[in-house]
C-alpha cells in the first residue's frame, strides 16, 4: 500500500494573534512548521492555500456574519465572544484556513494525493454559522463537507473529530442528514459540554452522529480500543467516498487545555487505522485539518507522527491490540444507543 500526502502550510496563518495570553497562540503553528521544516523537507510536499471565495464560506455561514469578520481587518483588535478575539489580519488566517481545506479537498478529488494534511489556524469545529466560539471563526471542515456534497455530488462523508472538546458545531451542521456521518470523542466536562452517547441525530440523520463521551483518564489503549471496536464497524458499514478528520492534539497528555493521558504514539496509531480503513472502503480520500493541541512540543511531536505514516516513513508494523475494561463499557453504551438504527451495529 502505498499513500502519496500533501501538507498545506502558509506563514499567512502566523497572522491571526488572538492576544498574547490566548492559548490559541501563532506558536503553536510556528512549532508545527519548525518540526517539519527538519523532518519533512521535501519541498513537493507542500501546497499552498488559496482564499476560500465568499460563495464558499456562505455554504455554512450567514453573509452578515462573514461581513463582520471582514470588517474587523479596520481594526487592531476585536473581542468577538469572551474566548474568541482577533487582530487586522485575522480574517486573512480565517479564510486562508477555509481556502486550505478547500485546496486540500481539490488535490484529493483530483487524484493528486490519497491524503492532505492542512495545517492551518484558526481552528474550527466550534464556529457556528453566524458566531465565533471556542477559538474558531469560520467552520473550516464544515464548510469543506458542504462543497464536497455540492461540488463532487458525493453522498457518503465521514468525519472524524479526535479533538479532546466536542466539535459542536459541526455535529449541528449535519445532524439532519445521513450524507455525513460525525464520528467524535471528547471529554464532556470541558467546553462546549456537548456530545453525550444519546445524541445520535434527528430526522434523515438519525443515527448518523456517533458521539464518544471519554473519561478523563483516557489513555492510548483506551483510544485505540474505542475506536478499534466502534470506527472499524462505522466505516465498513457507512462505506465513506471521503474521510475528513478534525485533527485535534489537546488530548495529549502534556496539553493545558485537554488534560486526558494520550501519548504523540496514539495520533500514529490512528493515522495508521484510518489509512487502513480507507484501503479498504475503494482508497476514501483522507483530509486531515488542525484544530486544537496547546502544548506546542506534544502538538509538534503529534503532528510527527500522523506525517511519518502517511509519507511513509513511521512504523510498518500492525497496530498494537488495545483492550481495557472502561473502554469496553463505553463501546457496549454507544453500541445499545445505536442498536436500534443498525445503521453500523449488524
Ligand atoms: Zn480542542
Known amino acids: 500500500m502505498t499513500i502519496a500526502v500533501r501538507v498545506i502550510r502558509d506563514e499567512r496563518y502566523l497572522e491571526h494573534r488572538p492576544g498574547s ?15 517539519i521544516e527538519k523532518d519533512f523537507p521535501d519541498a513537493d510536499l507542500y501546497l499552498e492555500p488559496d482564499l476560500a471565495t465568499l460563495e464558499q464560506l456562505e455554504l455554512v455561514h450567514a453573509p452578515s456574519y462573514v461581513r463582520q469578520i471582514l470588517d474587523t481587518s479596520e481594526r487592531e483588535f476585536t473581542t468577538l465572544t469572551p474566548d474568541t478575539a482577533v487582530s487586522a489580519k485575522s480574517y486573512l488566517s480565517a479564510w486562508l484556513a477555509v481556502g486550505g481545506c478547500l485546496k486540500g479537498l481539490e488535490a484529493l478529488m483530483a487524484g493528486q494525493c490519497r491524503a492532505c494534511f492542512c495545517l492551518a489556524r484558526p481552528p474550527g469545529h466550534h464556529a457556528l454559522p453566524d458566531r465565533a466560539s471556542g477559538f474558531c471563526i469560520f467552520n473550516n471542515l464544515g464548510v469543506t463537507a458542504r462543497y464536497a456534497l455540492e461540488q463532487y455530488g458525493l453522498k457518503r462523508i465521514l468525519i472524524v473529530d479526535w479533538d479532546i472538546h466536542h466539535g459542536n458545531a459541526l455535529q449541528n451542521l449535519f445532524y439532519s442528514e445521513s450524507a455525513v456521518l460525525y464520528f467524535s470523542s471528547h471529554y464532556m466536562g470541558w467546553f462546549p459540554h456537548t456530545g453525550d452517547w444519546d445524541e445520535t441525530g434527528q430526522g434523515e440523520g438519525e443515527g448518523y452522529t456517533v458521539n464518544l463521551p471519554v473519561f478523563k483518564e483516557l489513555g492510548d489503549a483506551d483510544m485505540m480500543h474505542l475506536y478499534g471496536e466502534l470506527l472499524v464497524p462505522v466505516v465498513q458499514r457507512y462505506k465513506p467516498e471521503l474521510i475528513l478528520v478534525a485533527a485535534g492534539f489537546d488530548g495529549h497528555h502534556r496539553d493545558p487545555l485537554g488534560r486526558t493521558r494520550l501519548t504523540e504514539s496514539c495520533f500514529g496509531w490512528l493515522t495508521q487505522l484510518l489509512v487502513q480503513l480507507s484501503d479498504s472502503v475503494n482508497a476514501a480520500p483522507i483530509l486531515l ?39 469496553a463499557q463505553l463501546v457496549e453504551k454507544v453500541r445499545r444507543a445505536h442498536a436500534r438504527y443498525g445503521i453500523w451495529t449488524r
Not at 495570553?21 to 518540526?35: D, G, I
Not at 510527527?304 to 505514516?309: A, H, N, Q, T, Y
Open 21 to 35: 495570553e490566548h492559548p490559541e497562540s501563532p506558536k503553536r503553528l510556528r512549532s508545527v512548521y519548525r518540526m
Open 289 to 327: 485539518a488542525l484544530e486544537g493541541g496547546y502544548d506546542t512540543h506534544a502538538l509538534a511531536a503529534s503532528v510527527r507522527e500522523v506525517l511519518k505514516v502517511l509519507s511513509h516513513q513511521g512504523r510498518r508494523e500492525r497496530i498494537p491490540t488495545f483492550k481495557t475494561e472502561r473502554a
